[in-house]
């Protein structure tokens, strides 16, 4: 086993740490590109900012805000997922292919089971409470 010596350890750690602070931008740069250029993205964010006023508003338990930002980042991360697969899908296959509709059909389609998933839980959460207002 090699040891090397303090400053050099202390030089990579440095690098390492570099690497980290650039992968951490360049994960919030695509967080606002696709907030940016996606219209179902901004849709989702509009979702998750209604949910967080209507959980402040209802005072839901620490369960049920659990529960929300699983769904959060359940949808959101899927949405990221899907754009990122049918940018890739567009610039290999930039013609109408089969395989290419499959592939992005799918990726939709798992944006949509996530969402879906997302207003049945937020209807079990919040129906109830909105049900005690009357």
């Known amino acids: 086993m090699e040891f090397k010596p303090k ?10 740490t570099k690497r980290l602070i650039h992968s951490f931008k360049y994960a919030g740069t695509g967080i606002f590109t696709s907030l940016k250029k996606e219209k179902n ?9 209604l949910v967080i006023i209507l959980g402040i508003i209802f005072q839901i338990s620490s369960t049920e805000w659990i529960a929300c930002i ?15 697969i049918e940018t890739v899908v567009d610039m ?14 799918v990726a939709a389609g798992g944006v949509l089971v996530w969402a879906i998933a997302s207003v ?7 129906i109830p409470k ?5």
């Open 7 to 16: 400053e050099e350890l202390k030089e990579e750690m440095e690098i390492e």
């Open 70 to 84: 699983i769904l959060f980042a359940g949808v959101i991360g899927t949405e990221m997922l899907n754009t990122a």
């Open 120 to 126: 049945f839980i937020g209807g079990i959460i919040f």
């Open 41 to 49: 993205m901004k849709i989702h964010f509009f979702a998750m900012i």
């Open 92 to 105: 290999v296959t930039p013609y109408k292919n089969s395989k290419a509709k499959i592939a992005k059909d």
């Open 130 to 134: 909105i049900i005690e207002l009357f």
